[in-house]
């Protein structure tokens, strides 16, 4: 079945430490990819999305996220976590076989930074 | 400007009790959404409204009917809740074009 898979569920990591969280997408064909995050008890909020051009997008509070088509992936990263990022990062797929009406979301992962 | 606005917050029901959940958004999309969040599964779509007066079903809609009263508002109903449909929803719309998705603050619902 087409799917989002997000392989990392959990991460703990130090402040300052460098960030990557693994997304992959089986869907063919052209795709719209997003990066959520849901703060602890909050709704969930759009960090950064790619629909063409460069692939390497810059979001919000120091988020970046690369898309690299030959291995259908969209992963996140940010240089230098801080405690703030401790939420649960949610990768969604907006597909052409849904007529781009539907945004399909990973399983999440959720990131403890520790100060 | 207040977005996706769901109502209630949270809610306690017994199985087999009925109720609505209401969304409404002040964006003027076309596009509304209701998804349930459940640990370790993510956001899953139960059913989707791409016009007023259009519904089509998502991932896991049985259990739930959906009503797009105008294209404000959007609600989903649990005719008999079952604990099973215990779980965090959200109700989202989205700009034409789906260029972004925006979510409501979401609604804890615990069936007992």
């Known amino acids: 079945a087409q799917s989002v898979s997000q392989h990392n569920h959990h991460v703990i990591l130090s402040e300052a430490a460098s960030l990557e969280l693994g997304c992959n997408y089986s869907y063919g064909g052209t795709v719209n990819l997003f990066w959520y995050v849901q703060y602890p008890g909050q709704h969930l909020q759009l960090l950064l999305k790619?629909?063409?051009?460069?692939?390497l997008v810059k979001g919000i509070k120091g988020f970046e996220a690369e898309f690299i088509k030959s291995k259908f992936s969209f992963n996140l990263r940010k240089p230098s976590v801080q405690w703030s990022d401790t939420a649960e990062y949610f990768c969604?797929?907006?597909?052409?076989?849904?007529?781009?009406?539907?945004?399909?979301f990973g399983t999440g992962t959720r990131l403890l930074v520790s100060p | 400007n207040a977005g996706v606005t769901q109502t209630p917050k949270f809610q306690v029901l017994k199985t087999g009790q009925s109720m609505t959940l209401q969304c409404a958004q002040d964006m003027n999309h076309n596009s509304m959404y209701w998804y349930r969040q459940d640990p370790g599964m993510g956001l899953r779509l139960i059913y989707y409204s791409a016009s007023e007066g259009t519904t089509d079903k998502g991932e896991v809609p049985n259990g739930y009917n959906v009503s797009r009263l105008n294209k404000r508002e959007f609600s989903l109903r649990l005719e008999s809740a079952a604990p099973s449909q215990t779980s965090v929803y959200f109700c989202?719309?989205?700009?034409?074009?789906?260029?972004?998705?925006?979510f409501g603050q979401g609604t804890r619902l615990t069936v007992v």
């Open positions: 790619y629909f063409s051009g460069d692939p």
């Open positions: 989202a719309s989205s700009s034409p074009g789906f260029t972004e998705a925006f």
């Open positions: 969604a797929v907006n597909a052409p076989n849904t007529g781009f009406q539907k945004l399909v």
